[in-house]
């Protein structure tokens, strides 16, 4: 009987609320006002409200930064491909340059030179385990026969050692089985220019009042007929005296023989 009548009391009090509640509810809507049911329920639900907007607006912020960190991965990535090609066309531009550089002064000097000249490439070097030695690509089909002369703009390379159909060896003048007649330009002091181990040359058998000095600039004298006279061997380092009769001059090379990638025959000989 006890429960009975409290459920009949929960019911009514239930009832009554609900009546309350609905009242108010129509006088807010007349009035354009929120009821108190909706304050009270607004009021009870607004934190869980206000979490889950957080959340919301969380998660919303790490997906954006998630793509906006791809989107400039991506952008990084293709970025450093383009960098990575402009570098190379860039080298491949300075080398075209350097190569176009190198061809117009052996076009002007095969053009002006007095004989016949054979331009060729530097295809290997040190090809003999017993000489210092570049080969060409020209040999006995092009008219390169052995003991030629080749040369550069810049000075004297060496002479042809051996030939075959279409590439020749060279002998080089740093070589130490290499001699070449050779003269001081300025004093017109004669001696014989030998290869060294060094990379340099030694001009030898001197007189020892031989006006030969640092600076001079040494020529080929044109002795021998394997060499046309006026090319340029070297200039003149330091001074080196062996004993009291005799003396030699140690000579840096006018070609950088490291750097050697194009040169040319002399196909004519002296006289021609």
């Known amino acids: 009987m006890h429960s009975r009548n409290y459920r009949f009391l929960t019911m009514a009090c239930l009832l009554a609320l609900g009546i309350f509640l609905a009242a108010a509810h129509n006088r807010a809507v007349e009035q354009n006002q929120s009821s108190a049911a909706e304050k009270v329920i607004r009021t009870i639900l607004s ?5 889950i907007h957080a959340v919301r607006g969380a998660g919303s912020g790490v997906s954006e930064s998630m793509r906006t960190r791809g989107r ?22 300075r080398e075209e340059r350097k190569e176009n550089q ?11 030179y007095p004989m016949r000249l054979l331009s060729a490439q530097v295809i290997a070097r040190g090809a003999s ?3 210092e030695t570049c080969t060409i690509d020209r040999g006995s089909d092009d008219g390169v026969w052995q003991a030629y002369a080749v040369i550069t703009p810049q000075g004297l390379v060496g002479q042809v050692l051996t030939s075959d159909a279409g590439v020749a060896e060279v002998l080089l003048l740093t070589d130490q089985s290499s001699g070449v007649g050779a003269i001081a330009q300025r004093s017109r002091v004669n001696g014989i220019c030998q290869g060294q181990h060094t990379g340099y040359l030694v001009m030898n058998y001197l007189d020892k009042n031989a006006d030969v000095k640092a600076g001079d600039m040494v020529v080929t004298s044109g002795v021998g007929k394997v060499y046309p006279k006026g090319i340029p061997i070297g200039c003149v380092t330091r001074i080196k005296r062996t004993d009291g009769f005799v003396k030699s001059a ?3 090379p006018a070609v950088q023989f490291d750097r050697l990638e194009e040169a040319f025959v002399i196909i004519k000989g002296i006289g021609e």
């Open 47 to 51: 934190p869980f409200q206000s979490a």
């Open 72 to 93: 400039l991965l991506r952008e990084n990535k293709a970025l450093r491909g383009k960098v990575s090609r402009l570098y190379m066309e860039n080298a491949r531009l």
């Open 102 to 112: 190198r061809l117009r002064i052996g076009l002007e000097f095969k053009k002006n």
């Open 129 to 131: 385990r017993l000489h």
């Open 250 to 252: 140690e000579i840096k």
